[in-house]
T-cell receptor, first 113, second 114 residues
Framework: DGGITQSPKYLFRKEGQNVTLSCEQNLNHDAMYWYRQDPGQGLRLIYYSQIVNDFQKGDIAEGYSVSREKKESFPLTVTSAQKNPTAFYLC????????????FGEGSRLTVL | AQTVTQSQPEMSVQEAETVTLSCTYDTSESDYYLFWYKQPPSRQMILVIRQEAYKQQNATENRFSVNFQKAAKSFSLKISDSQLGDAAMYFCAVPERGQGNLIFGKGTKLSVKP
C-alpha cells in the first residue's frame, strides 16, 4: 500500500520527556515535511528535508529535532525544551510535479500531561 | 513573505445550499498554484481543488469550484449543493518560494445544517 504512514496516532507523555514521532513513506520522494496544527492556528512548518542527510528549520523549529538518515524516514523528536508540545502533528510529502501540492499522513496527536 | 488570510473562522450552510469560503494571499511569484484542503473530523488532510495562477479559467471539481482573481490575490471556494459530509475545516494554501512547502491560512470551520 503506497503512501505515507505516521505513528503513533495518539501519544500521551509526561512533561519533561522527549517523544519521537515516526513518519515513513514508500513513494521514493526526496522531500518530507513536518507541520504542527493547533486550534485556530492552521498548519505551521516545523522542519523539512529536501534530501537524505540534510534538513532545514521551518517557522517553529524551537524545541524540536529531526533526522534524515534514510530516504523513507523522517522522524520528529519533541524535546523537553518545547514549551507547549500538546498538538496535532502532520507529516507530508510532495504530490504532483512541481505544483507545490502536498500529500499528508494521518497525523499524530500528542498530549503532554 | 508570503501570507494567506482566511477571514471567516466559522461558516454555516443549509444542506443543499451554496456557500463560499474566502481566501486572500500575498506572493511575489508570477506563476504558482493555489490549493484548498479539507480536514474532516478524522483530521486527514484532503486536497479539494487546485488552481494554476496562469490559467484564467476557474478550476472546478464536481460541486467544488473556485473564484480566482489574480490581480486581487483572491481565491475563494464555492461549494454547491452542500452535503452533510462537507462539514469540515477548510484551509487555503500557497507554496512557499524555494522550499517546496505550503503556507496555510488559519482555516474556516464549515458546519452543514440538515
Amino acid at each position: 500500500d503506497g503512501g505515507i504512514t505516521q505513528s503513533p496516532k495518539y501519544l500521551f507523555r509526561k512533561e519533561g520527556q522527549n517523544v519521537t514521532l515516526s513518519c515513513e513513506q514508500n513513494l521514493n520522494h526526496d522531500a518530507m515535511y513536518w507541520y504542527r496544527q493547533d486550534p485556530g492556528q492552521g498548519l505551521r512548518l516545523i522542519y523539512y528535508s529536501q534530501i537524505v542527510n540534510d534538513f532545514q528549520k521551518g517557522d517553529i523549529a524551537e524545541g524540536y529535532s529531526v533526522s534524515r538518515e534514510k530516504k523513507e524516514s523522517f522522524p520528529l523528536t519533541v524535546t523537553s525544551a518545547q514549551k507547549n508540545p500538546t498538538a496535532f502533528y502532520l507529516c507530508a510529502i510532495p504530490q504532483g510535479r512541481g505544483t507545490g501540492e502536498l500529500f499528508f499522513g494521518e497525523g499524530s496527536r500528542l498530549t503532554v500531561l | 513573505a508570503q501570507t494567506v488570510t482566511q477571514s471567516q473562522p466559522e461558516m454555516s450552510v443549509q444542506e443543499a445550499e451554496t456557500v463560499t469560503l474566502s481566501c486572500t494571499y500575498d506572493t511575489s511569484e508570477s506563476d504558482y498554484y493555489l490549493f484548498w484542503y479539507k480536514q474532516p473530523p478524522s483530521r486527514q488532510m484532503i486536497l479539494v481543488i487546485r488552481q494554476e495562477a496562469y490559467k484564467q479559467q476557474n478550476a472546478t471539481e464536481n460541486r467544488f469550484s473556485v473564484n480566482f482573481q489574480k490581480a486581487a490575490k483572491s481565491f475563494s471556494l464555492k461549494i454547491s449543493d452542500s452535503q452533510l459530509g462537507d462539514a469540515a475545516m477548510y484551509f487555503c494554501a500557497v507554496p512557499e518560494r524555494g522550499q517546496g512547502n505550503l503556507i496555510f491560512g488559519k482555516g474556516t470551520k464549515l458546519s452543514v445544517k440538515p
